[in-house]
């Protein structure tokens, strides 16, 4: 058959005019393109053989190998995959078949950010045109005639026969003049293993290596000059480890490969190995690491999994596969119903990660809770390194809220083993009809605060939290079982009998109802109020925040970040049954003044919070002692 002119398609020539002029920084994404094209063909023989075994013939290693021609200028890729005919040929490489590609071109000339999208995803076969000034395909399917293809990306493309007798697809790129160092072995070497280490298939080069010429029991020979020499190297580690079966991963491979993934030395917690069907389609090896990265909470810790379609490279750090509180994670998503093609639509891909998204967020909290029941110690050690960073869930994560309440641990005001809200829930005395916690940054600081009194007497048992994020996402939890969770230290706290409580400060309110008055003059400056509670048993005074407060570890947060906050007065609450309210009720007014110094400097102290003017409260205190021990 002679040789044959064709004009590309109009679709064609956008998608060539785009590639060559708009990606051109990204151009390095060819060789990726091509290799994953000849691991297609590859499979697609391996698929076809299944059912012919004749299609193999005696050329049974399926394999990619490259050439480098420094003097032609050329690099060629071939495979002996499911080859082409020349009809197939003009119609794979003729036309785009996706019918997204029009308004997905139109899209990416609009975007700011196009380039980086296609970049991401793929340009297919015509990235070549990018690095070489004419492109020139030989294809044989196993049984039929040979074909060419050439052309220069300028509208149009030439069939004619070729000379070709093996199977497969030789893919011949002349080089551009700009383009001289993709003849480099280095860059070549470099480029698969960045984008095609896991192709399943072998990818050889031959490359130039200098040995000393050996005797035949392979000594090298003494003074035997070294001779140059080309040797076939395998240039992938072909390990797509997670296409394997689970039971025919031993556990060193999942860990160098954990290593690999995380460059780092240490073990993972736990491998979440799995296969999803139904909506999306994808494999995923998720790692969860033994110890937390130093920068876990700080902007530069990186988030994401690697992102790869059928076995090919397109990404690292896909943050758009999990949702930030996850972002301890590391792993590979290898989706098969992502198209690795720029022409689709790229929103329907969006739609498709958060599927992926929503099904990896599901398992992770699954394995989770399977491992706090089956594997309580394991778990501990998971949620001591990130239970901080997977609180955050709760405020941004509704969906999967309950899962996450469930996930929860706390030590409490009874025990400082650690125990998750069922099992406080559980062991509710009858009566108690809240959850109740406190935020500290100790748990010295905790067992010591003022608030807890009433909790003990009432054998309450209550959740203290520690990390800087509890003030900010546990009040978003509100209730879990039915039952509202309750910062213990903010006022208006309800507690047990309404009834007797208002009886309690009534009566005190009369007693006291002078000192009060005199304390709330005294103490104009630093309080908001000073009022009389039932809650405090052993303290004579504590500090309680406003029903809307920010609590000292929130405020110590903000201003850390350099952020103005109004100044937030307390409200200083007196126990109406402690001696020392009876005492003060009888002392010398000139007194009073000092003694309220005093009173709401301690206060201060047991709340964690810092002395305005702490020399004068070690001035005060001096006076008293001064006193008593005359
Ligand atoms: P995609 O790979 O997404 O289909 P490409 O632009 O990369 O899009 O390739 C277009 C088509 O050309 C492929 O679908 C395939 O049919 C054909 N093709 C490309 N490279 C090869 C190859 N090495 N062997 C066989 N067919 C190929
Ligand atoms: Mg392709």
């Known amino acids: 058959m002679p040789a044959e002119k064709f004009e590309f398609k109009t679709e064609v020539n956008q998608l060539l005019e785009l590639v060559i002029h708009s990606l051109y920084s990204h151009r390095e994404i060819f060789l990726r393109e091509l290799i994953s094209n000849a691991s297609d063909a590859l499979d697609k023989l391996r698929f076809a053989a299944l059912q012919n075994k004749d299609l193999l013939g005696t050329d049974t290693e399926l394999r990619v ?104 697809t030789e893919i011949i790129l002349q080089l551009k003049k700009d383009a001289k160092e993709y003849l480099d072995e280095y860059t070549i070497r470099q480029l698969i293993k960045k984008y095609s280490d896991y192709v399943d298939y072998p990818i050889y080069m031959d490359v130039e290596r200098e040995e000393t010429p050996k005797d035949k029991d392979g000594k090298p020979l003494e003074n035997a000059k070294p001779e140059k020499k080309i040797v076939e190297e395998k240039l992938n580690s072909q390990k797509a480890l997670w296409t394997k079966n689970k039971n025919e991963i031993k556990p060193e491979e999942y860990e160098d490969f954990y290593k690999h993934l995380a460059h780092g030395y240490d073990k993972p917690l736990e491998i979440i190995h799995y296969t999803a069907e139904g909506t999306s389609e994808f494999r995923a090896l998720l790692y969860i690491p033994e110890r937390a990265p130093f920068d876990l909470f700080t902007k530069e810790h990186a988030l994401g999994l690697n992102l790869y379609i059928k076995r090919v490279f397109i990404m690292h750090d896909c943050q758009k596969l999990l949702p930030e509180y996850l972002r301890f994670l590391k792993g590979v998503v290898d989706s ?8 689709r639509e790229i929103l329907q891909e969006d739609a498709q990660l958060e599927k992926i998204k929503k099904n990896i967020t599901k398992k992770v909290l699954s394995v989770l809770k399977t491992m706090r029941d089956k594997e309580p110690e394991k778990y501990l050690r998971f949620y001591q390194e990130f239970g901080a960073a997977l609180k955050e869930g709760l405020h941004y994560d509704y969906e999967n809220k309950d899962a996450l309440a469930d996930l929860l641990l706390f030590t409490t005001s009874r025990s400082e083993k650690f125990r998750s809200l069922a099992e406080y829930v559980k062991d509710m005395p009858r009566g108690q009809k809240d959850i109740y916690y406190l935020i500290s940054e100790t748990r010295g600081q905790a067992l010591a605060s003022p608030h807890l009194g009433v909790f003990k007497t009432k054998d309450y048992e209550v959740l203290f939290l520690h990390d800087i994020v509890d003030e900010f996402v546990i009040p978003q939890l509100h209730e879990y079982q039915g039952k509202k969770l309750q910062a213990i230290d903010k006022a208006d706290l309800e507690l047990g009998d309404k009834k007797e409580t208002e009886n309690k400060l009534k009566a005190a309110a009369e007693k006291f109802g002078g000192l009060l008055n005199d304390l709330k003059a005294a103490l104009s400056n630093q309080v908001q109020d000073v009022r009389f509670s039932a809650r405090l048993t052993d303290s004579p005074c504590c500090l309680a925040a406003g029903a809307d407060a920010l609590s000292p570890q929130m405020l110590k947060m903000f201003k850390s970040m350099g952020q103005e906050v109004p100044e937030q007065k307390k409200i200083l609450e007196l126990n109406p049954e402690h001696p020392l309210i009876q005492k003060l009720q009888n002392a010398a007014p000139e007194k009073l003044g000092g003694f309220a110094k005093l009173l709401y400097g301690q206060a201060v102290i047991a709340d964690g919070g810092k002395l305005d003017d702490p020399l004068d409260f070690a001035k005060q205190l001096n006076e008293l002692l001064l006193q008593a021990t005359d």
């Open 336 to 343: 098969s119903d992502l198209p690795l093609n720029v022409s």
């Open 65 to 168: 190998k490259i050439f480098r021609d420094d003097k032609a200028g050329t690099l060629t890729i071939t495979d002996n995959g499911i080859g082409m005919t020349r009809e197939e040929l003009a119609a794979n490489l003729g036309t785009i078949a996706h019918s997204g590609t029009k308004d997905f071109v139109e899209r990416i000339k609009k975007a700011k950010d196009g380039p980086e999208l296609i970049g991401q995803f793929g340009v297919g076969f015509y990235s070549a045109f990018m690095i070489a000034d004419k492109v020139t395909v030989h294809a044989k399917t196993a049984d039929g005639a040979a074909a060419s293809w050439i052309s220069a990306g300028q509208g149009s493309f030439e069939l004619s026969e070729s000379a070709k007798t093996t199977r497969g």
